[in-house]
């Protein structure tokens, strides 16, 4: 019997173990063939608007040029009506990327690229925000957004998760 009780703690251990961290997943999003300025411009919201495809094509870019040609054409593939001038969709990822920088940057990074940061440019102002207690002692509290039931897709085409978004 002490072996069921075993099992479960043993797979939660392992999942944890095998899960890239934070910091590990946007590491593996730097390209260093760039300048600092397009390096990171895969890490926060953008990773989680481009395909791992994507992905793959901007880590392998070797100059800044390519790599503003690959940008150009990304934002193009998004925009919902290229006959009309505008591409509304990166427009808003762009405004709502200078707004996090303002709000969420923090010593180590740019506000787009923080946890925050990519929620608040995929999905916009929370209709909430809350902090709930950590779960250790001496922990810091956990920020909680609340998105409305009825909230529309964010920029990645989909809905905030459960209306709520731990930041």
């Known amino acids: 019997m002490p072996e069921r009780r075993l099992l479960p703690a043993l797979v939660a251990a392992l999942a944890l173990a095998a899960a890239p ?3 590990d ?4 999003l730097l390209n260093l063939a760039l300048s600092p300025e ?6 926060g919201a953008n990773a989680r608007l481009a395909t791992k495809a994507e992905q793959k094509e901007f880590l392998a870019l070797a100059d800044d040029a390519a790599a503003a040609a690959w940008i150009e054409r990304f934002w193009q593939k ?3 009506d290229p006959t ?7 427009e808003t990822a762009e405004q709502r990327a200078a707004e996090a920088d303002r709000r969420f940057s923090e010593a180590d990074a740019a506000g787009r690229r923080t ?3 990519t929620i ?3 999905y916009g102002e929370p209709e909430e925000s809350t902090h709930e207690p950590g779960d250790f002692k001496g922990e810091p509290p956990v920020e909680v957004w609340t998105y409305p039931k009825d909230a529309p897709a964010g920029l990645d085409g989909k809905r905030p998760e459960d209306r709520k978004s731990v930041v």
């Open 21 to 23: 961290t934070a910091a």
């Open 25 to 28: 997943s946007k590491l593996d």
């Open 38 to 43: 397009l390096a990171s411009w895969l890490v």
């Open 78 to 80: 998004r925009d919902p």
């Open 84 to 90: 009309r001038p505008g591409n509304p969709v990166r």
């Open 115 to 117: 946890d925050r940061g």
């Open 120 to 122: 608040f440019v995929l």
